[in-house]
């Protein structure tokens, strides 16, 4: 079969990463047929002269080309098109993993795979924001599941909104937090990443801009791009967002801001009462909903942080995200959103188009487990645990890594927001590290831009394994970067 | 504030059903900010005048706007807008709620939703699909519990395509149909509702045509259109689908066959044998990909149906869907995918950005039940109550309807067809049935056009419920329609 012959360039000027361009061309091509199955592609060098480009940025296309089956490369034959029908269907699924237009930042593809990928089996694992296995309450499972093997008659789907005996559950738990809420306020999600996603489909109309702190918990950025929105980072001060460096919507634009008050996700920050204040006030001021995140909302050091926005919104502007993923158990994959009735209603309905609620088990674990009254007390040693590790966690890098980074103390969360100096690569010691099976994330991961920041969790791993994945990282460090 | 002034007429030949334009026009005045808060309406006579429809439809449009909180009426002074910046939003998710431009069907929205809000707190459902609670096997899960609460040592996220002791296990399963596959193949899902919704967002590009048995699933025409797909019914005859009266998708055209073979539903239609290969066949020479939906492939009554159409799929053409909502537990939430490596490598990918994976707890419990020798006992059992359900409830209806209804005895499933004679007015009806606390699901939510058919589901009422039920129904009946 004849060879491919190509007139195309990328724009080097575009937002669009030209690895992506790239991507996106072949897939174009493929996908209308233009170049069939089993057609030859020009050589790697040829492709890079046509392209304009240089190697790496072209293997990079390739592979992402190869790894979803639209092109294979035969030893002696070089690379042909592959794709069949699947793939090219896979292809052309542009809503969710291409990176979108909102020019203003560029999340590291690479580096999110990776991780995922390694995440399951990596060593060490200064990445993973979970509860240490340790931390987990066997007690109060296994009283639960006993109580529930006595008392489980049915496990039939449940209230579209979420086990009522949860709901309120949850209500008495938010009052402790300052929230006066009650179960028709609240709706049960599979953790509140789907909450979020929930919320973009069913409330966001497209172009609608998202105000976040930058950077912020990158996992959203990915379910507010899927949602065809516009990103606008907001920088943050030690108080938190400033919101007053936003440029406000226009009347007729849709605009929402959202927001991790407490512990923000990547950089631990926590925003001050007054902050609170001002920023609620700026947002009814210009009729800005609030997409408040508390995940971390429990996982407090020595003194409770301030309340919650929900906790003072007098309007209904605030819809509430809690979990948790972050205080007991990821894996039951139960959060919780608190808006006001109409805003539940819809989302409700969404929902049971989606996938017909959360577990029924988890639901009823959980319920079980929140109105167990040694659950406050697991929640007080869960909390010493974390800052007795995070304590040692900063001992351990000033130790190792005292001449070369910096970081502000947490007063809870799990992360240390590290920034290394200017001499380290980052990128370059994170592909070190995944090879010496020590996972972190690259700060760039959660910002607007590239940054000399590292995430390190101190909660998942032992303080053991947490200084030999510091030493692991000193001797990379020492041996391939220089001031 | 003064009374809105009017300009706009829906246009009676457009595929979009009238209230729909209307209520669509609404909500983009109200989203633009051209009718403000506090605007006062015309009233319902002016409206139906300037709109030219009669009162019913106004009514449906204003009720749906209502709903979702951009008009109320204050008695005394007629209706205002309502909307604020959150309902305004809601407004705009065009992507969701609104019924799709594919012009060939309009389901049945107000149905629908009735079903939904009363589901849970009717007296007798005769619309439920879900094993009785009576058939729960506590002795299982109780076991299940136990053990559990033994070895249980924490509960994190799990691996993306879901614990691997379940996917073991759902292999062994799936043997027993015929489909040879490995844990590699098979992404665990919260039910397979969320399967659909993963590969219509991941593998179906816009407007891609699904052609589908006419009546099918309901809720998976709802996700398919959420898609932006164009749905094109296919007839049945009692060998299954007529593939050979689909109009063949033209080259560049992006077409998927999605099909319950095995106990179709509302159907309960059995696809032959010999039309599984058929089809297959049919399907692979023009290119189609084919959604295996197999929910009910385990509640045969007395003899296993065909294998899987999965079970045959030489040419990884076919993605299957499993779960376990009907024949255990559907608030367990856990489901199965079946397909080739690079489709459930997608499917993973996608699945991590939308809720980070279906409930550990879920799933452990489930790979412990199905590992339990007594499992295969209770199958059995449930498929000798549901057996003797389905001739008690056949034997009902022949008593109660034998002069006005027909159907075909299903071989499994949950589900009678029951086709109404034309003098009964099912849209009426079903009203009548609610108000009395009867529920049904009428045909037309499966099918592409109005019919005369209701299914009724034996499976969640005991049989002396299911008998009240059509009581009550030949009283209606006889009370408000005559031959």
């Excluded at 999110?112 to 979970?130: H, M, P, Y």
């Excluded at 989302?347 to 079980?368: F, H, I, K, N, P």
Aim: no cysteine.
């Amino acid at each position: 079969m004849a060879t491919i012959t190509i007139d195309w360039q990328p724009d080097k000027a575009a937002a669009v990463p030209i690895y992506q361009q790239i991507t996106n061309y072949f897939q174009h091509q493929i996908a209308r047929g233009d170049w069939p199955m089993g057609a030859q592609l020009p050589s790697q060098r040829k492709l890079a002269d046509q392209f304009g480009v240089n190697r790496s940025t072209l293997i990079t296309a390739l592979e992402e080309l190869s790894a979803v089956g639209l092109i294979t490369s035969n030893p002696g034959s070089g690379m042909v098109v592959s794709g069949n029908h699947w793939s090219s269907l896979l292809a052309e699924h542009v809503d969710w993993t291409k990176y979108v237009k909102a020019g203003q930042f560029k999340p590291n593809s690479h580096a999110l795979q990776k991780i995922n990928q390694f995440e399951t089996d990596a060593v060490i694992r200064l990445s993973t924001g979970e509860p240490a296995p340790e931390q987990f309450p066997r007690a109060l499972f296994k009283r639960a599941f006993a109580h529930l093997g006595q008392n489980l008659t049915s496990l039939n789907y449940t209230e579209p909104a979420g086990i009522l005996a949860l709901r309120q559950q949850i209500a008495r738990h938010l009052q402790k937090v300052g929230i006066q809420t009650q179960p028709a306020n609240i709706l049960i999600t599979s953790g509140s990443l789907q909450a979020l996603q929930l919320v973009s489909v069913s409330l966001f109309p497209k172009n609608a801009t998202i105000y976040t702190e930058a950077p912020t918990y990158v996992k959203s950025l990915h379910v507010f791009q899927s949602a065809h929105t516009r990103l606008a980072g907001v920088p943050m001060d030690d108080q938190g967002m400033a919101y007053w460096q936003m440029t406000p919507p226009t009347p007729d634009q849709h605009a929402i801001i959202y927001s991790i008050p407490t512990f923000n996700n990547p950089t631990g920050i926590v925003m001050s009462a007054t902050r609170r204040q001002q920023l609620l006030q700026y947002a009814q001021e210009h009729r800005l909903p609030i997409l408040e995140d508390a995940a971390y909302q429990d996982v407090w050091f020595d003194h409770q942080p301030p309340q919650p926005l929900k906790a003072n919104d007098t309007s209904g502007n605030v819809i509430y995200f809690g979990s948790i993923s972050k205080s007991l158990a990821p894996g039951l994959r139960i959060g919780w959103t608190v808006a006001s009735q109409p805003v539940i209603d819809r989302l409700t309905d969404v929902r049971m188009q989606t996938d017909y609620g959360a577990s029924s088990l988890s639901q009823l674990v959980l319920a079980e487990i929140l109105a167990d009254p040694d659950y406050e007390t697991y929640q007080a040693h869960f909390r010493t645990v974390l800052a007795a590790k995070a304590a040692r966690a900063q001992a351990i890098l000033t130790h190792y890594w005292g001449d070369f980074a910096t970081w502000q103390a947490p007063s809870g969360g799990f992360y240390l927001w590290v920034r290394l100096a200017d001499w380290i690569n980052i990128p370059k010691l994170f592909d070190l590290a995944t090879a010496q099976n020590v996972l972190f994330n690259p700060g760039s991961i959660y910002d607007f831009q590239p940054n000399q920041y590292v995430r390190l969790s101190f909660s998942y791993e032992s303080s053991e394994r947490f200084e030999r994945g510091i030493q692991i990282l000193t001797r990379l460090i020492k041996a391939n970067f220089h001031p």
